[in-house]
């Protein structure tokens, strides 16, 4: 997502939104995954019910009621005239509300803000028509057109509310606006995948907001008696009333973000996008204090050189200047010279003269550079916004700039969830589809022919790729005595060399940290660019355009940095003071099961037994799905096994056609969970209600097809769960579903390339986590319990090693829901 080419992850540039709905959906459709593919990030979830749209009105509201008569009758609230015609602290008074504080989404108490100034109709991509309330004194009319005029075929309405359809409505996600006395207030509704929990979720985590639920998603509200923000009833003019339809955000749901790091496999690499920024010492992190992380804030300059897959032939080259300030959530990247064709997806915008024709053929996004002429271009990557700036031809820039009058034009991109690269992203093994690997020291040669000893970590990625990060070993103030004085750059272990692996879209590549430079707060204004941008009339504009998600490429790109599993083992070792390295596992002692099926570690949430009667011609299979808890409704989330027709790992074939699945779903606490075959239809990329209707109308019973026997699914934590077949599945525990079968094949497959997920609610939506990997190790099954082979490769999920693909039998109509699945890459910006 940057000229500079430095990240380990790729963006697609998508058209950015705002509203929470259209802002997860847009990340949703990244779905496609694995060693072809790219930027990808989780299906959180879509819906078919949509709020209703508030229309413009030429008549102003009156005082003393600012709502139009025609919305009227649908205000639900018995308070409504109450807050509407005396505002929101009046009516607190009245009601015996505490209406000085409210909470915000920067984890701070304030005071409650003003009533409605306005509102923004709008439809959002894939959720339909959706509304937003501004709410706070800090707003102004043309404020609220402008953030009105960001979302898609809007209508902004001065002075009046959303209309919203109370049974559909599960509450507000309440954010700050972008200046002071802003707050958004953003409509959530319910639908069939996405319930009141999916909601607050959404809401909390994804777009860093305070989740004000509505009755519908909270009783206590309605009743008062559980709210703690009213009494059940209250007086007026005689008449009992009942509480306020809302309840306003508790400190829990809104909890600080500082520290936390961004959901799925995005936080392999990144901190959450809303969190206002990393720690030296992060509690109960593997990397917390340790000296090999990066430095909150430093500067560097950078060269990074990109290679083609075989060769050493340098095909792009860039260099500049990088500051961070990682306890803000703020980077800057100054690039003074760029040169060859970058290849890869998310990258910076690119004039369409300078469009390389024939990779765009392909999809991809190819961009012939040619910045020798002294120019220089800025990125800055604050939160979840990257802005990309051109500056002046007539104006003499250098990196570091803070002249903003010099800016010539200013365009963003909304990252969502995405935020800063976390200081310690290569120590550790936090995040979806990742791992590390402690490598110890290594000389090497650094800036031309001077030797530095470097201590190494390898980084596994979503795409079963990896990054080399070198950090120096040798400090120049190490050997100085205690009576030197040495400076604080010089006693520092600093970047200096980062291995990127291109990831399918585009080239590998070599980058070299140099002239390192510590920074303090007197170097914010670096990072503030864009503000004093703004303050001077400056607009950025939303960039974007073109199809959301990654592209099903004609040509695979190979990297050199694919994954060995020859070579690969999970290492994880941070040298923190504080962290305790886990205590490794008896190799011999985790070779033994009960069972002689054998054991394929995929993760720590998944494991496989797996072994092939030869008599019967079947694969006895028993998948394992840990750490599942039932929701506030009694029931199991859901749980899927995918088919893969190859070692590409995408949701559906890139040649097109469904996926089979083999789908567990839990209709209710009074039954038990049942095994369903099905598909995955490629429509549910796009979210639409239809498809998941068609999904859900391709399961069977898995019991009753003629490709698998010996069905049960096993799930302690529920009392009603099946339990035929017991004592097949060697292992057991009371968190862990294991889903058992013999599926009829046609002979003993070399490979299975299967993919698996897991959600977090019964019905079809988003998902906890996801992984695609691969079964090739199936002994004979054995006629009475006996002690088998444990094969780990929860290093290894994703990979693609080019294991001969043979049969693996009749292909199960089976089916994965991973269509609302998710990886996201752990992507952007080093």
């Known amino acids: 997502t940057q000229p500079n080419n430095e990240h380990p992850r790729s963006l697609p540039v998508v058209q950015p939104s705002q509203s929470l709905l259209q802002l997860v959906s847009v990340i949703a459709t990244m779905i496609t995954i694995g060693t072809s593919s790219s930027a990808v990030l989780a299906l959180l979830f879509s819906t078919s019910s949509s709020s209703a749209v508030v229309s413009s009105s030429s008549s102003r509201p009156q005082p003393k009621h600012p709502l139009h008569p025609k919305f009227h009758a649908h205000i639900k609230c018995p308070y409504a005239d109450r807050w509407l015609t005396k505002g929101p602290e009046q009516a607190a008074r009245e009601l015996g509300l505490d209406s000085s504080v409210v909470f915000s989404n920067n984890g701070q108490y304030r005071k409650l803000q003003d009533d409605i100034k306005g509102s923004c109709a709008y439809t959002a991509p894939f959720s339909g028509d959706s509304c937003m309330e501004f709410r706070g004194d800090g707003w102004t009319t043309d404020s609220m057109t402008a953030r009105c005029a960001q979302e898609g075929s809007s209508t902004y309405t001065e002075g009046e509310g959303c209309n919203i359809p109370e049974v559909s409505t599960a509450g507000y996600c309440v954010k700050d606006g972008a200046s002071d006395g802003q707050q958004e207030y953003q409509v959530m509704i319910i639908s069939s995948a996405a319930d009141c929990d999916e909601n607050k979720m959404a809401c909390t985590t994804f777009v860093g907001g305070a989740f004000m639920a509505s009755s519908t998603c909270d009783p206590s509200v309605a009743g008062g008696d559980e709210a703690g923000d009213a009494s059940a009833t209250t007086t007026d003019g005689g008449a009992a009333t009942s509480a306020p339809d809302f309840a306003f955000p508790s400190t ?8 936390s790091i961004a959901p799925g496999a995005i936080g392999a690499a990144h901190q959450n996008a809303f969190s206002p920024g990393y720690s030296t010492s992060c509690p109960d992190t593997p990397g917390q204090e340790s000296p090999y992380m990066w430095p909150l804030r430093w500067a560097a300059d950078y060269e990074s050189q990109s290679m083609a897959f075989g060769s050493d032939k ?3 080259t860039s260099r500049g200047r990088t500051y961070y300030s990682l306890d803000n959530n703020w980077k800057r990247s100054d690039t003074t010279y760029q040169k060859g064709i970058q290849r890869t997806i998310g990258q910076g915008p690119c004039d369409e003269s300078d469009v390389d024709q024939e990779w765009k053929e392909q999809g991809l996004n190819a961009c012939n550079k040619d910045q020798t002429d002294g ?3 800025t990125m800055l990557h604050l939160g979840n916004n990257m802005y990309f700036v051109s500056w002046k031809n007539d104006t003499v820039v250098e990196p570091g700039e803070l002249d903003a009058s010099k800016i010539e034009d200013c365009s963003v991109i909304n990252l969502a969830v995405i935020g800063n690269i976390r200081p310690d992203w290569f120590l550790d093994k936090r995040g979806d589809d990742t791992d590390t690997q402690y490598l110890g020291n290594q000389h090497l040669f650094y800036d031309g022919n001077v030797p530095k000893l470097a201590k190494q970590w390898r980084k596994k990625d979503f795409a079963s790729q990896y990054f080399v990060m070198s950090m120096m070993e040798n400090p120049a103030g190490r050997m100085a005595n205690e009576t030197e004085d040495v400076a604080p750059e010089d006693k520092v272990n600093w970047p200096l060399i ?19 430079q510590l920074l303090t707060e007197e170097h914010d204004e670096l990072f503030t660019l864009i503000e004093r941008y703004q303050e001077i009339g400056g607009e950025c504009v939303a960039a974007g355009g073109g199809d959301v998600g990654p592209p099903i490429l004609d040509v695979h790109i190979p990297s050199n940095l694919e994954v060995d599993p020859n070579s690969w083992y999970s290492n994880e070792y941070t040298f923190s003071p504080i962290w305790e390295v886990p205590a490794k596992e008896d190799e011999s002692m985790a070779s033994m099961t009960s069972s002689a099926k054998a054991v394929t570690e995929v993760s720590d949430r998944v494991t496989v ?11 006895d299979m028993s998948i394992h799905y840990a750490d599942i808890e039932p929701t506030s409704e009694g029931t199991l989330p859901w749980m899927a096994l995918g088919y ?3 070692d590409v790992c995408a949701m559906t074939p890139p040649s097109g056609g469904n996926t089979p699945i083999v789908l567990v779903t839990h209709a209710s606490s009074d039954v038990a969970p049942q095994a369903h075959a099905g598909s995955l239809v490629p429509e549910a990329k796009s979210l639409s209600s239809d498809a998941f209707a068609t999904m859900y109308q391709t399961l069977v019973p898995l019991e009753d097809t003629i490709e698998y026997t010996d069905v049960s699914v096993e799930a302690p934590m529920v009392d009603s769960s099946s339990t035929t077949a017991v004592g097949r599945a060697s292992t057991s525990a009371e968190d862990t579903v294991v889903l058992n079968f013999k599926q ?3 002979s003993k497959p070399e490979v299975m390339y299967l993919m698996y997920a897991i959600g977090s609610q019964s019905q079809l939506g988003f998902h906890t986590t996801r992984a695609c990997f691969e079964v ?11 002690n088998g082979v444990v094969i780990d490769i929860s290093e290894d999920e994703e990979s693609t090693n080019g294991a001969t693909q043979a049969s693996s039998g009749s292909q199960a109509t089976a089916s994965i829901t991973i269509a609302l699945t998710l990886a996201m890459a752990a992507l952007v910006a080093f």
């Open 252 to 259: 829990d749901a809104t909890a600080s973000l500082s520290c």
């Open 314 to 316: 340098v095909v792009f």
């Open 375 to 377: 120019t220089m271009t």
């Open 498 to 516: 980062l291995n990127i692996p291109g990831e399918g879209f585009g080239d590998d590549s070599l980058q070299r940290y140099s002239n390192h």
């Open 609 to 619: 037994e797996s072994c092939y009667d030869e008599s019967t011609k079947t694969i």
């Open 644 to 646: 893969r027709p190859a």
């Open 744 to 746: 009829v094949v046609d």
């Open 776 to 786: 090739t190790d199936f002994p004979s099954c054995p006629s009475s319990q006996d």
